[in-house]
T-cell receptor, first 113, second 112 residues
Framework: EAGVTQFPSHSVIEKGQTVTLRCDPISGHDNLYWYRRVMGKEIKFLLHFVKESKQDESGMPNNRFLAERTGGTYSTLKVQPAELEDSGVYFC???????????FGNGTRLTVT | QQQVKQSPQSLIVQKGGISIINCAYENTAFDYFPWYQQFPGKGPALLIAIRPDVSEKKEGRFTISFNKSAKQFSLHIMDSQPGDSATYFCAAPSAGRRALTFGSGTRLQVQP
């Protein structure tokens, strides 16, 4: 089976610009997660979709971040406007059962200059 | 909110040696404790996980030991190999959230 795919793999943008990250989960996985790792720290939870519904978005840093999951398939994470502290690696993960056996994509490395 | 404390931050081991990484958690929604392995440029991949109706789980050279009363679990890599050089993350189910909370990672380097 195809794994979790993320696009782009790298993105370099200037402060104030907008960036949209995309995640395609494993087919049939209802649970989709976004995580972020900043400068060697922990992989931090951002939000959790079950199908097309946001189950938990308590980890989203602020209202500059907007996540969507159209039709319960792929998901996008938009950062608008980007700030310097948004730099990091954004991971998407999917699973069949919530909170168990998460499959991660290779991440998007975002650099805001 | 769940916190998972992982140590050490980095670890250098000689080939053939034992690598030990420790994690401690606060609260958990249910008993499921995975370890993930991440190579540069890749996403974390599930290495081994334990559901603690047992105190230890072994898969090949990798063993998880779990101490429920102390709220601690550890990863042991026996006969460490240079190919094991990677970053390792422990995780625990987040209390009140159907997601995993991860530790800060341990960068393991196995020297030939």
């Amino acid at each position: 089976e195809a794994g979790v795919t993320q696009f782009p793999s790298h993105s370099v943008i200037e402060k104030g610009q907008t960036v949209t990250l995309r995640c395609d989960p494993i087919s049939g996985h209802d649970n989709l997660y976004w995580y972020r790792r900043v400068m060697g720290k922990e992989i931090k939870f951002l939000l959790h979709f079950v199908k097309e519904s946001k189950q938990d978005e308590s980890g989203m840093p602020n209202n500059r971040f907007l996540a969507e999951r159209t039709g319960g398939t792929y998901s996008t994470l938009k950062v608008q406007p980007a700030e310097l502290e948004d730099s990091g690696v954004y991971f998407c993960a999917s699973s069949q059962l919530a909170g168990v056996t998460l499959h991660f994509g290779n991440g998007t490395r975002l650099t805001v200059t | 909110q769940q916190q998972v404390k992982q140590s050490p931050q980095s670890l250098i081991v000689q080939k053939g040696g034992i690598s030990i990484i420790n994690c401690a958690y606060e609260n958990t929604a249910f008993d499921y404790f995975p370890w993930y392995q991440q190579f540069p440029g890749k996403g974390p991949a599930l290495l081994i996980a334990i559901r603690p109706d047992v105190s230890e789980k072994k898969e090949g050279r990798f063993t998880i030991s779990f101490n429920k009363s102390a709220k601690q679990f550890s990863l042991h890599i026996m006969d460490s190999q240079p190919g094991d050089s990677a970053t390792y993350f422990c995780a625990a189910p987040s209390a009140g959230r159907r997601a995993l909370t991860f530790g800060s990672g341990t960068r393991l380097q196995v020297q030939p």
